[in-house]
């Protein structure tokens, strides 16, 4: 199997606070995570790459320092979004890619922020 | 530069028909991997079937098969004896080169059902 969990599936949040989604690989080493951001009927929207032991790639546009990744270990990966806006309320996806098969990635169930 | 279209908004089907969901990408590459990938409501993604273009092939996955035409750069899903379950968001996905395992996906395409 290729589980991928996320935590918390929902969160409220008041305005100016920070939260933090974790994204684990439950059964397999994830060689790389990537992190979404979808909203209503649309599609996905990738916001970084990030590999175990290395900085975060982000997406052209995606502010580094208001979203903050960290991939500590090939199972965890979390995403932080720091001073956050109502505007950040969205459904954060992350993924995982395990090998050999390149590009096929594995999906989280997702996590729905709403800031206050 | 890498697209994916989907320009079919919505679909919809009788419950136990066949619907076909249309898919172009734009490449320069020769081989190279396609996917499907459902979100239902609960919206984890799924994926629902890989194709290797190298493969002459279409690929098949129960009631899912593709139609792949490489030189018209065409990737549509069919799905066979639709189901009430098929009912979600269907999205295409491409890997564009060099790309460290990065997924472009397209607009995506709502499925309904109808029973």
């Known amino acids: 199997g290729a589980v991928v969990s996320q935590h918390p599936s929902r969160v409220i949040c008041k305005s100016g606070t920070s939260v933090k989604i974790e994204c684990r690989s439950l059964?397999?080493?994830?060689?790389?995570m990537f992190w979404y951001r979808q909203f209503p009927k649309q599609s996905l929207m990738l916001m970084a790459t990030?590999?175990?032991?290395?900085?975060?790639?982000?997406e052209q546009g995606v502010e580094k320092d208001k979203f903050l990744i960290n991939h500590a270990s090939l199972t965890l990966s979390t995403l932080t979004v720091t001073s956050a806006h109502p505007e950040d309320s969205s459904f954060y996806i992350c993924?995982?890619?395990?090998?050999?098969?390149?590009?096929?990635?594995?999906f989280g169930p997702g996590t729905r922020l709403t800031v206050t | 530069a890498q697209t994916v279209t989907q320009s079919q908004p919505e679909m919809s089907v009788q419950e136990a028909e066949t619907v076909t969901l249309s898919c172009t990408y734009d490449?320069?590459?020769?081989?190279?991997?396609l996917f499907w990938y459902k979100q239902p409501p609960s919206r984890q993604m799924i994926l629902v079937i890989r194709?290797?273009?190298?493969?002459?092939q279409n690929a098949t996955e129960n009631r899912f098969s593709v139609n792949f035409q490489k030189a018209a750069k065409s990737f549509s899903l069919k799905i066979s004896d639709s189901q009430l379950g098929d009912a979600a968001m269907y999205f295409c996905?491409?890997?564009?080169?060099?790309?460290?395992?990065?997924?472009?996906f397209g607009k995506g395409i709502t499925l309904s059902v109808r029973p």
């Open positions: 194709q290797e273009a190298y493969k002459q």
């Open positions: 059964d397999f080493q994830a060689t790389t």
């Open positions: 993924s995982a890619s395990k090998g050999p098969l390149p590009y096929e990635q594995y």
């Open positions: 490449t320069s590459e020769s081989d190279y991997y």
């Open positions: 996905a491409y890997p564009p080169p060099g790309a460290n395992s990065k997924l472009t």
């Open positions: 990030s590999n175990e032991g290395s900085k975060a790639t982000y």
